[in-house]
């Protein structure tokens, strides 16, 4: 770094006043971030289409370990995580049914992937969701995941009960990409860089522009030409 460089001290005002001496590259850089991403996210990324269900499962004398009984509430977090071998190997068989009963032609590996179950908090309530390229496709998922699950636990765990609060609906539209999130991100980022090149570029520039960059430096000022 040389001299002038080292004596060169930006105060916040003249940040500001230096960055809004160079709004039009903020503006002509966000347009250009947004319209890329825009254009990125229509034609590149799939969009992907999650269909929503959830039930109720209960169970008023499941038995895992022989010597306690567990309530709706832990029963629902068991199913959740899988957290034993005995759930493990049961979920293992909900998921193969699941693609048996759905005819999509899924494996148990692939539906592991789009299925997700997620407890309500302190409650036997599992929502369902099911995430895939087709909405249609995720209905059909979603719905055979609830229909198949009252058999399923029934058959893992001695009275266990499954009840169906609200029915899987066919998604209207994907729940990504968000264009509006990518798009503000975009714009972001942009901003960001613009800023930090416009910053760079004037510390680093030598030039003397006027009398009072010059008295800075500690020369005189003999005269000056308008």
Do not use: C
């Not at 503006?27 to 269909?51: E, H, Q």
């Amino acid at each position: 770094m040389n001299e002038n460089n080292e004596t060169k001290v930006l105060s916040l005002f003249d940040i500001i006043k230096l960055m809004l001496k160079r709004w039009w590259a903020f503006v002509l850089a966000v347009i250009i971030a947004v319209s890329g991403s825009l254009v990125y996210t229509n034609l590149f990324v799939v969009p992907t289409y999650v269909s929503y269900g959830t039930m109720y499962i209960s169970s008023a004398t499941a038995d895992i370990t022989g010597q306690s009984t567990l309530s709706d509430v832990m029963l629902a977090q068991v199913i959740q995580k899988a957290s034993t071998i005995k759930y493990k190997q049961a979920k293992a068989a909900f998921m193969k049914a699941v693609a048996e009963e759905s005819g999509l032609g899924y494996n148990y590996t692939q539906l592991r992937n789009k299925i997700k179950f997620a407890q309500k908090q302190d409650a036997p309530v599992m929502v369902v969701s099911v995430a895939s390229t087709d909405p249609k496709e995720a209905h059909i998922l979603a719905e055979t995941v609830l229909n198949t699950a009252q058999d399923e636990v029934s058959r893992v765990i001695p009275g266990g009960v499954v009840g169906i609060i609200d029915h899987a609906e066919e998604p209207q539209v994907p729940s990504s990409p968000v264009h509006s999130k990518s798009a503000m991100l975009a714009a972001i980022a942009a901003v960001v860089l613009v800023a930090l090149a416009v910053f760079f570029i004037d510390f680093f520039d030598d030039r003397v522009r006027n009398r009072q960059e010059l008295a800075t430096l500690g020369f005189p000022v003999l005269a000056e030409i308008p």
